[in-house]
């Protein structure tokens, strides 16, 4: 089928739109040069007007009136006065244009002297590195154009470089990391030390970019963040390497900070984190502030290894399991730990199998939070009983922590990287360190390099993150201080007390019942246990006694006997002897029902009688013929 042509307004209407366009845009700049004094004019009266309005609310309400009457004077001078008010419009139209003129600095036609001689210098520098000999038209070269590679720079108000765009030759091997890591260093060198410089490098065009990064903010405290169930912040980043934002307050004032989240449960692919650093570099503050994210939804085990009470505030709190500093305490909770992870794991099995959801006991998150776990390794080889080491208590939770809703956070020092289980670095994929470190130690601990240029001083909290395969971010953790401590401030103090959770009361209302009452009890057992004895014969007491001691169990309680009829009034018989240490019966209330008599007939178990030793003095046992006892 032969194509029909399209109409002459879509084939050609691109050409006479652009035309349009074009006339348009020409007409709104002769338009805007002819009336440029009257926009200036109108631009000044509304500046004037500005400023006489926030004149008037500056000014106190009882000082108003000496205002107006002092303008309606000089309005007034102004009307009689030959021409006043010709002149006062003339001033009033040349004051509003010169309020309204354009204040913007013009742009320069290039750098400065100073800058020139920055930019020369860079240019010689890189020339060794970019430069070769069988080049016929080389870039760089020893006195050449400076202008040809630096098509974009600017400064900063020091005078130093803040951004620069570099090209270089074609047969520059970028590709190498070790080449790149030269140039970089050398760029840090020329333009200024302790500044964090991000580099850029683009391959397909030939370009490298350096950019200086603006420091971190550093008075976020903590607070409750704008997050899902499973999402914790690490920290805060630059704006170019996270998309989503966060409100928070900052300095005082509402704004958007773009935060290092980290996401754990079931769909986590980094259920676990690890956090190296220097000391005094955050790491306990990082802890902290997981702390009081996890309590929100969870349950948190704390073992602190170094002892120093950083955690102290979040002992007894609601959803705080533990928070142990001793060795066996540290124990007992890991234990405690891969019991609770192996239970939850063979639970939701069940569950699995049976075609139900997993309980409600399972899907609560359990958090495991640790300090300084080496500290401990090192007292538990040094203990004199055999005692085990805490971090091979953590390969269960580490290992099936994600299904079981156990997360596992490990903070230690970067000296004590080697001193760490293999289950720790090989299930910590999550990885954060904080505090000065160099570009080859934050590659070993992260895996890979840093998108910037590390500095020798940074503030507690400032340091790298990475999550799994991703990007290194640069991170800040918020500011979660000890508030027990006395050199935190006070903002800090209160915005950490105001979130930690409330104090676990005793549950149930449990409380140590009062001995007094047993006691008594048993004494009134032990008087009304000779009642009974009372109503035999001397001769069918003694047989008795003597029956009853040679009993396997003296500690069992007296059993009833079946009588005919009871006793109304049982009479007091006076023993010549009392037992010489009456065991406490083990009742807690007295019979109600008056003492049993006992029969002649031979009873089928005898009754134990509540004494752990022998008589002193045994009597013999007189018996009754078997005649008397048929009659």
Same mark, same amino acid.
């Given at each position: 089928m032969a194509r029909r042509p399209l109409p002459r307004i879509l084939s050609n209407g691109s050409a006479q739109l652009a035309r349009s366009r074009e006339l348009a845009r020409t007409a709104a700049d002769g338009a805007t040069d002819v009336l440029h004094p009257l926009i200036t004019i109108a631009r000044g009266l509304r500046r004037l007007a500005a400023a006489g309005r926030r004149r008037w609310t500056e000014t106190p309400k009882e000082k108003r009136g000496a205002l107006l009457f002092l303008a309606a004077s000089v309005i007034l001078v102004v009307a009689l006065v030959p021409y006043g008010p010709l002149l006062a419009a003339i001033t009033l139209m040349a004051a509003a244009a010169w309020q309204g003129r354009d204040r913007s600095p013009g742009a320069s036609d290039g750098p400065d002297e100073p800058q020139t001689e920055r930019l020369k210098s860079l240019y010689e520098a890189l020339v060794p590195y970019f430069s070769s000999a069988d080049d016929p038209e080389p870039l760089y070269a020893h006195g050449g154009a400076w202008d040809k590679v630096f098509p974009t720079y600017s400064f900063d108000g020091g005078g130093r470089v803040s951004h620069l765009v570099v090209r270089y030759p074609a047969y520059f091997t970028d590709g190498e990391a070790e080449a790149r890591t030269r140039i970089e260093h050398l760029l840090v060198a020329k333009s200024g030390r302790g500044r964090e410089y991000h580099f850029v490098w683009d391959e397909e065009g030939n370009q490298l970019t350096a950019d %200086? +990064?603006?420091?971190?903010?550093?008075?976020?405290?903590? #607070? &409750?963040?704008?997050?899902?169930?499973?999402?914790?912040?690490?920290?805060?980043?630059?704006?170019?390497?996270?998309? &989503?934002?966060? @409100?928070?307050?900052?300095?005082?004032?509402?704004?958007? %900070? @773009? @935060? =290092?989240?980290?996401?754990?449960?079931? &769909?986590?692919?980094?259920?676990?984190?690890?956090? +190296?650093?220097?000391?005094?570099?955050?790491?306990?503050?990082? +802890?902290?502030? *997981?702390?009081?994210?996890? /309590? #929100?939804?969870?349950? =948190? =085990?704390?073992?602190?290894?170094?002892?120093?009470?950083?955690?102290?505030?979040?002992?007894? &709190?609601?959803? =705080?399991?533990?928070?142990?500093?001793?060795?066996?305490?540290?124990?007992?909770? /890991?234990?405690?730990?891969?019991?609770?992870?192996?239970?939850?794991? *063979?639970?939701?099995?069940?569950?699995? #199998?049976?075609?139900?959801? @997993?309980?409600?006991?399972?899907?609560?998150?359990?958090?495991?939070?640790?300090?300084?776990?080496?500290?401990f390794t090192h007292l538990a080889a040094a203990a004199e009983e055999d005692r085990k080491d805490p971090q091979a208590l953590l390969q269960v939770p580490l290992r099936h922590g994600r299904p079981a809703n156990v997360t596992v956070v490990v903070a230690d020092q970067l000296d004590s990287l080697e001193s760490l289980s293999e289950p720790v670095r090989r299930h910590t994929r999550a990885r954060v360190l904080l505090g000065p470190a160099t570009a080859g130690q934050i590659e070993s601990v992260l895996g890979a390099p840093p998108h910037t240029t590390p500095v020798d001083e940074v503030p507690p909290g400032r340091g790298y993150a990475r999550l799994g395969t991703g990007p290194v971010h640069r991170v800040q953790v918020p500011a979660t201080p000890n508030p027990y401590d006395d050199a935190t401030p006070d903002a800090h103090r209160e915005a950490v007390l105001a979130l930690l959770p409330p104090r676990t009361t005793p549950a149930d209302g449990e409380t140590v019942p009062d001995p007094a009452p047993a006691s008594a009890a048993a004494s009134a057992d032990l008087e009304a246990e000779p009642e009974e004895a009372l109503t035999e014969t001397p001769e069918e007491a003694l047989t008795e006694t003597s029956e009853a001691a040679q009993a396997p169990d003296p500690d069992r309680g007296p059993e009833p006997v079946l009588t005919k009829d009871p006793l109304p009034d049982p009479a007091p018989v006076l023993t010549e002897e009392p037992f010489p240490d009456p065991a406490p019966v083990l009742a807690k209330e007295p019979l109600p029902d008056p003492a049993p008599v006992l029969t002649k007939e031979p009873r089928p178990d005898p009754v134990p009688v509540l004494t752990r030793e022998p008589l002193p003095d045994p009597v013999p046992v007189l018996t009754k013929p078997t005649e008397a006892k048929s009659n």
């Open positions: %200086v +990064l603006p420091p971190l903010p550093v008075d976020i405290t903590a #607070q &409750r963040f704008v997050t899902t169930p499973g999402e914790t912040v690490l920290g805060f980043t630059d704006a170019t390497r996270v998309r &989503r934002t966060l @409100p928070l307050t900052h300095g005082g004032r509402q704004r958007d %900070v @773009p @935060p =290092v989240v980290w996401r754990t449960g079931l &769909r986590s692919t980094e259920p676990h984190l690890l956090a +190296l650093g220097q000391p005094g570099s955050g790491t306990s503050t990082l +802890l902290r502030s *997981i702390a009081l994210q996890a /309590l #929100q939804h969870g349950d =948190v =085990v704390i073992v602190d290894g170094g002892g120093t009470g950083e955690y102290a505030c979040l002992t007894g &709190r609601d959803g =705080v399991l533990a928070v142990e500093c001793g060795l066996a305490g540290a124990t007992a909770s /890991l234990e405690w730990a891969a019991t609770e992870t192996e239970r939850r794991l *063979i639970a939701a099995n069940r569950a699995h #199998q049976a075609g139900h959801p @997993p309980p409600d006991d399972t899907k609560r998150p359990l958090w495991i939070l640790l300090d300084r776990p080496t500290a």
